[in-house]
Protein backbone atom coordinates (compact mmCIF):
# COMPACT_ATOMS: atom_id res chain seq x y z
CA UNK A 1 0.00 0.00 0.00
CA UNK A 2 0.78 3.62 -0.39
CA UNK A 3 0.35 4.37 2.99
CA UNK A 4 -3.11 4.73 4.25
CA UNK A 5 -3.90 8.50 3.52
CA UNK A 6 -3.89 7.57 0.32
CA UNK A 7 -7.89 7.12 1.15
CA UNK A 8 -7.50 10.71 1.63
CA UNK A 9 -5.69 12.86 -1.19
CA UNK A 10 -4.00 10.32 -3.69
CA UNK A 11 -7.51 8.02 -3.34
CA UNK A 12 -8.09 9.79 -7.55
CA UNK A 13 -5.00 7.73 -8.28
CA UNK A 14 -6.40 4.63 -7.69
CA UNK A 15 -9.32 5.52 -9.44
CA UNK A 16 -8.09 6.69 -12.43
CA UNK A 17 -5.72 3.53 -12.65
CA UNK A 18 -8.40 1.31 -11.73
CA UNK A 19 -10.20 2.52 -14.80
CA UNK A 20 -7.82 0.54 -17.16
CA UNK A 21 -7.57 -3.16 -17.23
CA UNK A 22 -3.68 -3.57 -17.61
CA UNK A 23 -3.95 -1.25 -14.48
CA UNK A 24 -6.09 -3.62 -12.53
CA UNK A 25 -4.24 -6.87 -13.44
CA UNK A 26 -0.91 -4.90 -12.34
CA UNK A 27 -2.20 -4.37 -8.86
CA UNK A 28 -3.43 -7.74 -8.58
CA UNK A 29 0.06 -9.49 -9.51
CA UNK A 30 1.36 -6.84 -6.68
CA UNK A 31 -1.08 -8.15 -4.01
CA UNK A 32 -0.99 -11.53 -4.73
CA UNK A 33 3.00 -11.22 -4.73
CA UNK A 34 3.26 -8.90 -1.46
CA UNK A 35 0.80 -12.09 0.11
CA UNK A 36 2.85 -14.69 -1.29
CA UNK A 37 6.04 -13.48 -0.36
CA UNK A 38 5.21 -12.49 3.25
CA UNK A 39 3.00 -15.87 4.18
CA UNK A 40 3.64 -18.33 1.60
CA UNK A 41 2.27 -19.65 -2.02
CA UNK A 42 -0.60 -21.83 -0.19
CA UNK A 43 -3.48 -19.86 -0.24
CA UNK A 44 -5.26 -22.79 1.87
CA UNK A 45 -2.58 -21.34 4.86
CA UNK A 46 -2.59 -17.81 3.88
CA UNK A 47 -5.69 -15.84 3.94
CA UNK A 48 -4.18 -12.26 2.40
CA UNK A 49 -3.28 -14.52 -0.21
CA UNK A 50 -6.54 -16.59 -1.45
CA UNK A 51 -8.25 -13.19 -0.90
CA UNK A 52 -5.58 -11.75 -3.31
CA UNK A 53 -5.89 -14.26 -5.95
CA UNK A 54 -9.80 -13.91 -5.12
CA UNK A 55 -9.66 -10.02 -6.18
CA UNK A 56 -7.69 -11.28 -9.12
CA UNK A 57 -10.46 -13.07 -10.80
CA UNK A 58 -12.61 -10.84 -9.84
CA UNK A 59 -10.95 -8.83 -12.62
CA UNK A 60 -10.64 -12.11 -14.86
CA UNK A 61 -6.63 -11.99 -14.43
CA UNK A 62 -5.49 -15.48 -16.24
CA UNK A 63 -4.95 -17.98 -14.13
CA UNK A 64 -1.47 -18.77 -15.35
CA UNK A 65 -1.16 -14.60 -14.34
CA UNK A 66 -1.75 -15.53 -11.24
CA UNK A 67 0.56 -18.96 -10.55
CA UNK A 68 3.50 -16.92 -12.17
CA UNK A 69 2.91 -14.07 -9.31
CA UNK A 70 2.84 -16.38 -6.88
CA UNK A 71 5.78 -18.18 -8.26
CA UNK A 72 7.91 -15.27 -8.54
CA UNK A 73 7.11 -14.09 -5.22
CA UNK A 74 8.17 -17.49 -4.00
CA UNK A 75 11.29 -17.76 -6.19
CA UNK A 76 9.96 -20.94 -8.11
CA UNK A 77 10.47 -19.37 -11.57
CA UNK A 78 12.97 -21.35 -13.21
CA UNK A 79 16.14 -19.32 -14.65
CA UNK A 80 14.93 -16.15 -12.88
CA UNK A 81 16.55 -15.11 -10.02
CA UNK A 82 14.51 -12.28 -7.76
CA UNK A 83 15.99 -9.90 -5.53
CA UNK A 84 14.16 -7.48 -3.35
CA UNK A 85 15.43 -4.10 -3.03
CA UNK A 86 13.91 -1.17 -0.73
CA UNK A 87 14.56 2.38 -1.78
CA UNK A 88 14.62 5.20 0.49
CA UNK A 89 13.92 8.97 -0.36
CA UNK A 90 12.36 11.95 0.13
CA UNK A 91 10.14 13.66 -2.73
CA UNK A 92 8.99 17.16 -2.66
CA UNK A 93 8.39 19.02 0.39
CA UNK A 94 10.53 16.48 2.21
CA UNK A 95 7.82 13.79 2.23
CA UNK A 96 9.84 10.89 2.93
CA UNK A 97 9.08 7.48 0.80
CA UNK A 98 9.68 3.89 0.63
CA UNK A 99 9.81 1.69 -2.22
CA UNK A 100 9.83 -1.82 -2.39
CA UNK A 101 11.21 -3.47 -5.04
CA UNK A 102 11.16 -7.24 -6.59
CA UNK A 103 13.81 -7.53 -9.85
CA UNK A 104 15.90 -9.27 -11.36
CA UNK A 105 18.25 -6.38 -12.58
CA UNK A 106 18.89 -3.80 -9.67
CA UNK A 107 20.86 -1.26 -11.98
CA UNK A 108 17.84 -0.96 -13.98
CA UNK A 109 15.24 -0.49 -11.26
CA UNK A 110 17.53 1.66 -9.09
CA UNK A 111 17.77 4.02 -12.51
CA UNK A 112 14.41 4.09 -12.70
CA UNK A 113 13.61 4.99 -8.89
CA UNK A 114 16.43 7.49 -9.31
CA UNK A 115 14.76 9.11 -12.20
CA UNK A 116 11.55 9.04 -10.86
CA UNK A 117 13.03 10.99 -7.81
CA UNK A 118 14.58 13.15 -9.42
CA UNK A 119 12.11 14.34 -12.29
CA UNK A 120 9.76 15.02 -9.27
CA UNK A 121 12.13 17.45 -7.39
CA UNK A 122 13.04 15.04 -4.30
CA UNK A 123 15.87 12.38 -4.28
CA UNK A 124 16.70 9.22 -3.58
CA UNK A 125 18.56 8.55 -0.29
CA UNK A 126 20.87 6.27 1.43
CA UNK A 127 19.71 2.92 3.23
CA UNK A 128 17.99 4.19 6.48
CA UNK A 129 17.67 7.73 5.51
CA UNK A 130 13.83 7.72 6.13
CA UNK A 131 12.79 3.99 7.06
CA UNK A 132 13.16 5.25 10.99
CA UNK A 133 9.76 7.09 10.33
CA UNK A 134 8.15 3.47 9.27
CA UNK A 135 6.86 0.62 11.34
CA UNK A 136 5.87 -2.62 10.03
CA UNK A 137 1.94 -3.25 10.49
CA UNK A 138 -0.80 -5.59 9.34
CA UNK A 139 -2.94 -3.45 7.26
CA UNK A 140 -6.20 -4.69 6.95
CA UNK A 141 -8.60 -2.23 4.55
CA UNK A 142 -12.39 -2.52 4.46
CA UNK A 143 -15.37 -0.88 2.37
CA UNK A 144 -17.45 1.21 5.04
CA UNK A 145 -21.19 -0.74 5.69
CA UNK A 146 -23.86 -0.84 8.46
CA UNK A 147 -21.38 -4.10 9.65
CA UNK A 148 -18.32 -1.21 10.67
CA UNK A 149 -19.45 -1.64 14.65
CA UNK A 150 -19.50 -5.52 14.27
CA UNK A 151 -16.28 -5.45 12.74
CA UNK A 152 -14.82 -3.00 14.74
CA UNK A 153 -15.80 -5.12 17.76
CA UNK A 154 -14.11 -8.12 16.28
CA UNK A 155 -11.01 -6.23 15.13
CA UNK A 156 -10.36 -5.64 18.41
CA UNK A 157 -11.10 -8.78 19.99
CA UNK A 158 -8.54 -10.26 17.35
CA UNK A 159 -5.15 -8.64 17.64
CA UNK A 160 -6.19 -5.25 16.19
CA UNK A 161 -3.67 -2.37 17.69
CA UNK A 162 -5.68 0.72 16.07
CA UNK A 163 -8.69 1.62 13.56
CA UNK A 164 -8.83 4.29 10.92
CA UNK A 165 -11.87 5.54 9.92
CA UNK A 166 -12.57 7.24 6.69
CA UNK A 167 -15.54 8.61 4.79
CA UNK A 168 -15.30 5.02 2.59
CA UNK A 169 -12.99 2.81 4.04
CA UNK A 170 -11.71 1.61 7.97
CA UNK A 171 -8.56 0.93 7.83
CA UNK A 172 -7.11 -1.60 10.94
CA UNK A 173 -3.91 -2.18 12.12
CA UNK A 174 -1.88 -4.71 14.24
CA UNK A 175 1.45 -6.92 14.51
CA UNK A 176 2.77 -8.62 11.85
CA UNK A 177 2.32 -11.77 14.07
CA UNK A 178 -1.57 -11.31 14.60
CA UNK A 179 -2.10 -10.31 11.09
CA UNK A 180 -3.53 -13.78 9.61
CA UNK A 181 -5.60 -14.52 12.84
CA UNK A 182 -7.19 -11.08 12.60
CA UNK A 183 -7.70 -11.34 9.12
CA UNK A 184 -9.77 -14.70 8.97
CA UNK A 185 -11.94 -13.17 11.87
CA UNK A 186 -12.87 -9.99 10.03
CA UNK A 187 -13.58 -12.04 6.67
CA UNK A 188 -15.75 -14.28 8.72
CA UNK A 189 -17.94 -11.10 9.00
CA UNK A 190 -18.63 -10.89 5.49
CA UNK A 191 -17.36 -7.68 4.81
CA UNK A 192 -15.81 -6.31 1.42
CA UNK A 193 -12.23 -6.44 1.98
CA UNK A 194 -10.78 -4.04 -0.46
CA UNK A 195 -6.60 -4.66 0.77
CA UNK A 196 -4.60 -7.02 3.38
CA UNK A 197 -1.28 -7.33 3.46
CA UNK A 198 1.86 -6.61 5.91
CA UNK A 199 3.69 -3.59 4.84
CA UNK A 200 4.97 -0.12 6.20
CA UNK A 201 3.15 2.61 8.21
CA UNK A 202 4.07 5.61 8.66
CA UNK A 203 5.25 7.37 12.68
CA UNK A 204 5.66 10.48 11.66
CA UNK A 205 3.63 12.74 9.32
CA UNK A 206 4.21 15.35 7.12
CA UNK A 207 1.61 18.45 6.01
CA UNK A 208 2.15 19.98 2.40
CA UNK A 209 -0.14 22.44 0.65
CA UNK A 210 -2.01 21.63 -2.38
CA UNK A 211 0.55 21.77 -4.93
CA UNK A 212 3.22 20.12 -3.08
CA UNK A 213 0.67 17.21 -2.66
CA UNK A 214 0.14 16.75 -6.44
CA UNK A 215 3.41 16.64 -6.97
CA UNK A 216 3.67 13.84 -4.61
CA UNK A 217 1.17 11.70 -5.81
CA UNK A 218 2.29 12.22 -9.35
CA UNK A 219 5.65 11.22 -8.38
CA UNK A 220 3.95 7.89 -6.18
CA UNK A 221 2.21 7.31 -9.74
CA UNK A 222 5.56 6.90 -11.01
CA UNK A 223 6.70 4.77 -8.79
CA UNK A 224 4.13 2.22 -9.38
CA UNK A 225 3.82 2.10 -13.06
CA UNK A 226 7.22 0.52 -12.49
CA UNK A 227 6.99 -3.07 -13.38
CA UNK A 228 9.67 -4.06 -10.94
CA UNK A 229 7.92 -1.83 -7.95
CA UNK A 230 6.06 -3.59 -5.55
CA UNK A 231 5.09 -1.40 -2.48
CA UNK A 232 4.94 2.67 -2.48
CA UNK A 233 4.75 4.04 1.17
CA UNK A 234 5.05 7.83 2.19
CA UNK A 235 3.84 10.06 5.25
CA UNK A 236 2.00 12.54 3.61
CA UNK A 237 -0.78 13.55 5.62
Known sequence: MAGHNKWSKVKHIKAKEDAKKGKLFTKAVRDITTAAKAG???????????????????????AENIQRAIDKATGNLK????????????????????????????????????HAFSKAGGSLGTSGSVAWMFEK???????????????????????????KEFDEVLVIESEPADFDTLLQAVEKTGVNILESSVGLVATNMIDVDDETAEKVEKLIETLEEDDDVQNVYHNMA
Do not use: Q, W
Request: proline letters at 3%; zero cysteines.
Open 40 to 62: GGDPDTNAALRLAIERARAVSMP
Open 79 to 114: GVNYEEITYEGYGPGGVAIMVETMTDNKNRTVANVR
Open 137 to 163: KGIITIERSDKDDEVMEVALENGATDI
